[in-house]
């Protein structure tokens, strides 16, 4: 049973591995649409709010680069979202080996 399970574990690691080679441009943040005047929502302008490497910043997105901008964000939830299914698995996948060597099997 204990093998089935690590079998499972093991298959769905490489399954994840194979997914993140599809991972196209990506990058992190978040896109807002600000106003110049926002009671009138008018002159509407975006930002892209992302940290790397423990800097906060803050860029201007054209209004014709919107929608590549989501793709690439999108795709970098995507990449985070993978890595962190992988590491629990990892971890998961790491105690059973050890759980399973010390009942000597």
């Avoid at 790397?52 to 979202?81: G, L, N, W």
Wanted: some cysteine; hydrophobic content about 30%.
């Amino acid at each position: 049973m204990r093998d089935k399970k690590l079998r499972e574990l093991e298959k769905r690691i490489e399954q994840i591995k194979r997914e993140l080679q599809t991972i196209k441009e990506m990058r992190p943040g978040s896109l807002t649409c600000q106003y110049h005047n926002p009671k009138e929502k008018k002159g509407a302008y975006y930002q892209l709010s992302y940290t790397h490497k423990m800097k906060s910043r803050t860029d201007y997105v054209r209004s014709e680069f919107v929608p590549h901008i989501k793709e690439q964000i999108a795709e970098y939830k995507r990449f985070r979202m993978l890595v962190d299914e992988w590491v629990a698995l990892a971890i998961k996948h790491a105690k059973m080996q050890m759980d399973h060597a010390k009942r000597g099997k």
